[in-house]
């Protein structure tokens, strides 16, 4: 009995867990409708393109929180037709779906998948990404509302690089390394040398310019002892942050990432109580390791 209960107890479920909510179609009015504005795109016939939409038509990228209208994208389509030559291409095998809800009355949502390439006019660099777009088009086949999704990031490096502007990386104002370049900068007001040591790479270099006690690629024991020295000349040593430091990851080259960083400093004399004051500039280099592996300072000291 109890073996023939649970094909009963599921049969319920397995009837009524699909229910079809629309229909799907591969040809459509509305996927005519769309495919009509992309040719209008490409071709640069704004005319004919915003025609394709309804006046208050809402569309969203990626990112949004609130839509643009159509004045905004005519603004956008023209600086693609001034700047580029632009085809937009299904790959073998993509389909669009159109797709039609049984409770709504007012239109259909085409999905497509498309490959957008454009040719820049003055270098003849192409950029390409591929696109997602959720159209809704009402019964008069004029597009309501658009969403657009795509790599925003890539998409945007290559029509950064294809004006000539190369992004060799990205900065940014709050990191780890950040984090250690101000424990060093701790450790020597708070007279620590072996805290500042615990940030370096046993193999670091450092390099100090701009006062007249330059010293170039000296080791790292070396280097601890100048912070002992300075210690103990001193009684106080005071680094106020100018600004804020910057952390960058290169990506030419063999990349790596550095931490930039500009102080004022007041040091004063253990002895004679006098103050000396100055500004610094720090770059400093980090390993795969996450420990500084080398460091470079210019110092102005300020003298009146």
Not at 166 to 189: C, F, K, L, Q, T
Request: glycine letters at 8%; proline letters at 3%.
């Amino acid at each position: 009995m109890k073996k023939l209960l649970l094909p009963l107890l599921v049969a319920p479920v397995l009837a009524f867990g699909q229910v079809k909510s629309g229909a799907v179609y591969s040809e459509h009015p509305a996927l005519t409708a769309v495919e009509a504005m992309n040719a209008a795109f490409c071709s640069g016939d704004l005319e004919a393109y915003e025609s394709y939409f309804d006046p208050n038509v809402k569309i969203w990228s990626v990112g949004d929180r609130e839509p643009h209208g159509l004045e905004r994208d005519l603004e956008i389509s023209n600086w693609w037709k001034e700047n580029f030559t632009v085809s937009i291409t299904r790959a073998e095998g993509v389909t669009p779906d159109v797709i039609k809800f049984k409770d709504n009355k007012k239109g259909v949502w085409v999905m497509d998948w498309t490959e957008f390439t454009a040719i820049n006019k003055k270098s003849g660099d192409t950029v390409s990404t591929w696109f997602h777009d959720e159209y809704f088009v009402n019964n008069d086949n004029k597009i309501t509302m658009w969403f657009s999704y795509y790599n925003t990031n890539d998409f945007g490096a290559q029509i950064q690089n294809s004006f000539g502007a190369h992004r060799n990386g990205r900065v940014y104002d709050e990191h780890p390394y950040i984090e250690s370049v101000e424990a060093v900068v701790n450790g020597w007001v708070e007279g620590k040398p072996d805290v500042m040591e615990s940030y370096f790479a046993e193999d670091a270099t450092f390099y100090r310019l701009g006062d007249g006690q330059d010293y170039r690629g000296i080791s790292l024991a070396e280097r601890k002892k100048k912070w002992e020295s300075g210690i103990n000349s001193t009684s106080e040593r005071i680094m106020e942050v100018y600004g804020y430091p910057d952390a960058i990851r290169y990506e030419k080259g063999e990349g790596g990432w550095e931490v930039l960083s500009w102080w004022n400093i007041t040091n004063v004399d253990k002895e004679s109580g006098e103050e000396f004051k100055g500004f610094i500039h720090m770059s400093h280099s980090f390993n795969d390791e996450r420990k500084i592996s080398r460091e470079v300072i210019w110092i102005d000291w300020i003298t009146e």
